[in-house]
Nanobody, 121 residues
Framework: QVQLVESGGGLVQDGGSLRLSCAAS????????MGWYRQAPGKQRELVAA???????NYADSVKGRFTISRDNAKKMVYLQMNSLKPEDTAVYYC???????????????WGQGTQVTVSS
């Protein structure tokens, strides 16, 4: 039973910062890529940032230069540092992980429950 739990969301003013955290727990054999997605009201869920085992990261164009994704493999955690936040960043942010629970099984995508980020103008 694998669980991803996000934390760190909240209300922040335009130009402010937040740091999101996601902790993976349960029976985990190996975690491959991890990432953050977001979904704003009336919009499709989009990839914000992703990071590989080797800590190679990629970002949506809209957040490049403002957001930084990182991970701690020992703690099984992924983070998203969000700086210079804008009202258009307002969304529910979801943690995602491609992980393997048993060595003889393939990996699957797992999702957290989401955490609300609201940026006021």
């Amino acid at each position: 039973q694998v669980q991803l739990v996000e934390s760190g969301g909240g209300l922040v003013q335009d130009g402010g910062s937040l740091r999101l955290s996601c902790a993976a727990s349960g029976s985990i054999f190996s975690i491959y890529a991890m990432g953050w997605y977001r979904q704003a009201p009336g919009k499709q869920r989009e990839l914000v940032a992703a990071i590989t085992n080797g800590r190679s990261a990629n970002y949506a164009d809209s957040v490049k230069g403002r957001f930084t994704i990182s991970r701690d493999n020992a703690k099984k955690m992924v983070y998203l540092q969000m700086n210079s936040l804008k009202p258009e960043d307002t969304a529910v942010y979801y943690c995602n992980a491609d992980l393997q629970t048993k060595r003889w099984e393939r990996s699957y995508d797992y999702w957290g429950q989401g955490t609300q980020v609201t940026v006021s103008s």
